[in-house]
């Protein structure tokens, strides 16, 4: 098993950031790619950054949005800067055993609880 957990959501004003944080624990060894998603009420889960042996992100967030790892503390990041109202939304960290990229929510083994975003105009 593996457990994640977000941190670092809160409101912000447009144009400002936040960064977000994954811990994970557990069978950390297996997991491979780790990817951060957002749902924001009454929408699907949307894909917004993925970190493998690469980086990929969601066409609404690159240029903004940055993810990066630090294995040894097993935590993943989500650098957010320009952020937008749009971005407004619940975050959700996610693990998956290979680092091939992966943007759909179904390709994923393991989630965190998510942490709120607000983005304020």
């Known amino acids: 098993q593996v457990q994640l957990v977000e941190s670092g959501g809160g409101l912000v004003q447009a144009g400002g950031s936040l960064r977000l944080s994954c811990a994970a624990s557990?069978?950390?060894?297996?997991?491979?790619?780790m990817g951060w998603f957002r749902q924001a009420p009454g929408k699907e889960r949307e894909f917004v950054a993925f970190?493998?042996?690469?980086?990929y992100y969601g066409d609404s967030v690159k240029g903004r949005f940055t993810i990066s790892r630090d294995n040894a503390k097993n935590t993943v990041y989500l650098q957010m800067d320009s952020l937008k109202p749009e971005d407004t939304a619940v975050y959700y960290c996610?693990?998956?055993?290979?680092?091939?990229?992966?943007?759909?929510?179904?390709?994923?083994?393991?989630w965190g609880q998510g942490t709120q975003v607000t983005v304020s105009s």
């Open positions: 970190i493998g042996w690469s980086t």
């Open positions: 996610a693990a998956r055993v290979t680092s091939s990229v992966k943007t759909t929510p179904a390709d994923y083994d393991y």
């Open positions: 557990g069978r950390t060894f297996t997991m491979s790619g």
